[in-house]
């Protein structure tokens, strides 16, 4: 497998040009360092030294694995069956960028992946200061912690210490989305990657909760799925807000005036939000504890705007094998028919106004 790490790292490098090796030297380096730090989970689980906690989160991850081959038709292989401890709170940084006026993200295009809207660093410094670079162009910029990723099964992917202790159905959900990316994958189309990848982790976690989860874990995921559907409501109704600003024939100094105001106005509500919905819930306080711009609502759309067509496609199936199969004919399409099509089994969700708790509850 390590020379086809090699391989791979090294056309990537040779086609981006002598200015971009450095960028992909630190992603081989990171990889092949998480690589060498996992150990198979049953080696962990036969450690006497490994603690009581991490024992039993592990020996669930071996319960959701098998879950996932067996009833929902995801990659049975080596993904997720090791364990590494990364010692630190985030295994990469994904960088976002857009212009000022614009919920456009920038781009970056890499040999297998594709075109992507982040650009991602093991090292959170050097994630800062790429993003530093580019808020001196005038470009909003977002740097975020990536708790886990998909190598589309290149490498077999290690459970990692970022995401070992979730609740067990956020640790499912995790699971089933990273698994997701190696049964369908377009390069270039992020938002249909993502959107599919989120349909089928939510099909997979009811699923699971079903056959596995008792009452106090199916009342924990109910509980983080309805604030999940509060912060994206909340997030779509400014993001269309912004979009509307943007499209509009405002001065750059009024757009730039009245985006400061659209900003304002997402904290407050997240705030009223967290005390009279959540009960002081603060899981989402990183997200508000930095200037947000931009860049912060733009990958919403990528995550989002297609799973009520995914969710539309897998009803119109008897189950998940010919959900995959109408998936796959859909990456072959162009991208332009990819898109008509998701969109007209279900359109993407526009808040553009209208009571939040209403569109929560949606």
């Known amino acids: 497998m390590k020379w086809r790490a090699l391989l791979l790292f090294g056309v990537a490098a040779a086609a981006a040009g002598c200015s971009s090796i450095g960028y992909f030297v630190q992603a081989a380096h990171g990889q092949f360092s998480l690589l060498s ?14 603690e ?29 069956t090791t364990y590494a401890d990364v010692k ?20 970056w295009c890499f040999p297998v992946a594709g075109c992507v809207k982040y650009r991602g660093y093991y090292s959170k410094e050097e994630a800062q200061a790429y993003a530093a670079g580019l808020k001196s162009e005038k470009f909003d910029v977002e740097v975020s912690g990536v708790p886990a990723y998909s190598t589309l099964g290149w490498f077999n992917d290690p459970v990692l210490s970022t995401f070992i202790q979730y609740p067990d159905g956020e ?19 992020s938002t249909f990657n993502e959107s599919f990848a989120v349909a089928v982790e939510e099909a997979g976690v009811e699923r699971w909760l079903m056959k596995h989860g008792d009452d106090k ?21 400014h993001r269309n807000q912004l979009k509307e600003l943007y499209d509009s024939d405002l001065t750059d100094e009024l757009k730039r005036k009245e985006k400061a105001a659209i900003f304002q106005s997402l904290k407050l ?12 819930y603060a899981g989402y306080d990183r997200f508000f504890a930095e200037p947000l711009s931009n860049a912060h609502l733009s990958a919403i759309a990528t995550y989002n705007d297609f799973v ?26 162009d991208k332009d028919e990819r898109h008509r099509q998701l969109a007209s089994y279900g359109q993407p969700p526009s808040i553009a106004s209208g009571d939040l708790q209403a569109a929560g509850s949606q």
């Open 269 to 280: 509500e997240y705030k009223a939000i967290k005390e009279e919905r959540w009960n002081g």
């Open 217 to 237: 874990t199916r009342a924990a995921y109910l509980a983080y799925e309805g604030r999940k559907r509060d912060f994206l409501a909340l997030l779509l109704k």
């Open 88 to 107: 630190r709170p985030f295994v990469m940084w994904n960088v976002v960028a857009t212009p000022e006026l614009s919920l456009k993200p920038m781009q």
């Open 308 to 333: 009520p067509g995914f969710r539309a496609l897998l009803s119109r199936q008897k189950g998940l094998p010919g959900f995959y199969d109408a998936v796959r004919a859909l990456a072959v399409l």
């Open 171 to 189: 640790l499912a959900r995790l699971v089933f989305h990273e698994l997701a990316h190696q049964v369908v994958y377009v390069p270039g189309d």
């Open 37 to 50: 730090e996992a150990r198979p989970i049953d080696d962990w689980l036969a450690s006497p030294a490994t």
């Open 52 to 80: 009581g906690k991490l024992r039993g989160k592990l020996t669930r991850v071996k319960e959701i694995r098998a879950f996932a081959a067996r009833e929902l038709g995801l990659p049975d292989n080596g993904t997720f």
